[in-house]
Structure formats: structure tokens, C-alpha cells
Nanobody, 114 residues
């Protein structure tokens, strides 16, 4: 059974930065499609970024501010979030595809507030 564990969330002031990590209990390599999602109260879960071995796709609202990277040796995917805005406040989840199975983590809370 594969587990994903997110970390790195917290409270940050507008303009600040956070780096989220998504660590997998099973090898997570470039062949696995990984996505970071977020959900705030009253809103549907939103795809923030997805990464395949070939492409990376960001939602327009985070382009130029967020980047994603992989450390395949650690089976971890990172989401670097810069110039954070109050509207980035949400619970952030990662999802990884293993074959036909989508695995979700429990998420980590990001709050952007002064």
C-alpha cells in the first residue's frame, strides 16, 4: 500500500515563501504523474500543478510564483511557493498515479495572512 505524506505548510505573511514536500512510501520516479491540489473552505479542489516525465502544467494563478521539482532518490516531489498571496490560503494535497491507481496524501495547510 502506497502512502503519500505532505509537509511544509504553515502560516506565512503575504509575499513570503514556503516549500511543500510530498514524500512517497514507494518509489516515485519521473514515470509517475504527480499533482499538487488545493482546497479552501466552500470551494472545490483545484489542480495547482501537474508534472509528468515530459511536461509541467501550472494553473494560471500561480504561474511565475510556484515551481515544482522531483528528488527521485528520495521519492519526493516539492512545491516551491514564492510571493504567496492571501488567496493561496488552502489545504494542499499531492496525488500520485501508480499504474491505474491514484494515491492521495492527507494534505498540509497553508495560510497566508498578515
Amino acid at each position: 500500500q502506497v502512502r503519500l505524506v505532505e509537509s511544509g505548510g504553515g502560516l506565512v505573511e503575504p509575499g513570503g515563501s514556503l516549500r511543500l514536500a510530498c514524500a512517497a512510501s514507494k518509489k516515485l520516479g519521473s514515470a509517475n504523474i504527480v499533482g499538487w491540489y488545493r482546497q479552501s473552505p466552500g470551494n472545490p479542489r483545484e489542480l495547482v500543478v501537474s508534472i509528468t516525465y515530459r511536461t509541467t502544467t501550472f494553473v494560471d494563478s500561480v504561474k511565475g510564483r510556484f515551481t515544482i521539482s522531483r528528488d527521485t532518490a528520495k521519492s519526493t516531489v516539492y512545491l516551491q511557493m514564492n510571493n504567496l498571496k492571501p488567496e493561496d490560503t488552502a489545504h494542499y494535497y499531492c496525488k500520485a498515479r501508480y499504474g491505474n491507481l491514484d494515491v492521495w496524501g492527507q494534505g498540509t495547510q497553508v495560510t497566508v495572512s498578515s
